[in-house]
């Protein structure tokens, strides 16, 4: 069975990602983890005892959130009549948020971290400014899906994956496509955004990969070009034109990940808050 991460610090936020997790777990039949870190601030030389109190306290009220997240949800069942969806709590209170997830992420073998952002409107307050950014830049993590909290789930249509013509973009497509197989009336666009410079031999490219799926039925695979010189306005400019389910990018990409990786470079980017946004690890696939 496949497991998923979530980790859960009991905000709107992480609340919204574990619902929209609950139902995507339904979907495709898998596990959930549920991971709690208990924090306390860090001690001085003088308030060690404090501290420890403080994190004995944040442990308790941890261990009760989680047994009350796992009894809401544990009379779920799965989509495909498999039996009841399998809640596993967790709590974590020796290591950081980010160590911890990475230990979870590995022991449970999970090969899906979801998570939530803030819904905000500038790239360093939607990422950056998170955990979830640091779970993305982890080499030690899977892929991770994030959840804007005004996002709700419903069963995907669209899924635009903005590609680079990466070495990697054949293996996310076949992907893709899998995860497209668990919804009726999914399908995979392939969204390359090029600019003037690079036009003529990106349509060649984007000729060359299409003819490696040319078995693919277009209502199961499209492949789609547009001339941008804005990463992020082209892929933006899709999005308004065509509702989306989710929104796939790979850490390699130039430009948009550069923007976002760097904190004093980020800018204001417009993609609609409540898409989300998968992201695939190149080191993972």
Not at 53 to 80: M, V
Not at 158 to 182: C, M, N, P
Not at 257 to 272: M, T, V
């Amino acid at each position: 069975m496949q497991k998923i991460l979530v980790p859960v610090d009991f905000s709107e936020p992480s609340e919204a990602a574990l619902k929209y997790a609950i139902h995507f777990a339904q979907v495709i039949g898998a596990e959930i983890i549920l991971l709690h870190v208990a924090c306390a601030p860090l001690p001085s030389a003088t308030n060690y005892h404090l501290h420890i109190g403080l994190l004995k306290e944040e442990i308790e009220k941890g261990k009760e959130k989680l047994t009350y997240y796992t009894n809401q949800y544990t009379e779920l069942n799965y989509l495909d009549g498999s039996g009841k969806l399998k809640i596993t709590p967790i709590l974590e209170s020796e290591n950081g948020i980010l160590p911890s997830i990475e230990k979870a992420a590995k022991q449970h073998n999970a090969f899906l971290v979801v998570m939530g952002t803030h819904g905000m409107t500038r790239a360093e307050e939607i990422l950056l400014g998170s955990v979830t950014a640091d779970v993305i830049a982890s080499e030690k993590t899977p892929a991770i899906l994030a959840i804007p909290s005004n996002s709700q789930f419903t069963p995907w249509e669209r899924i635009v994956y903005a590609g680079d013509f990466s070495e990697k973009d054949k293996t996310v497509i076949e992907i893709l496509l899998e995860l497209a197989s668990y919804f009726s009336n999914a399908k995979v666009d392939y969204l390359h955004i090029s600019n003037e410079k690079e036009h003529i031999e990106d349509i060649e490219r984007l000729h060359y990969l299409k003819a490696a799926f040319k078995q693919t039925p277009v209502s199961m695979l499209d492949f789609r070009f547009r001339e941008n010189d804005d990463l992020d306005d082209g892929i933006d400019s899709y999005l308004e034109d065509y509702e989306t389910s989710v929104l796939v990018m790979l850490t390699q990409h130039r430009g948009f990940f550069e923007s976002l990786w760097h904190r004093s470079k980020a800018k204001e980017i417009s993609f609609h808050t409540d898409i989300p946004l998968l992201v695939l690890k190149t080191n993972t696939i």
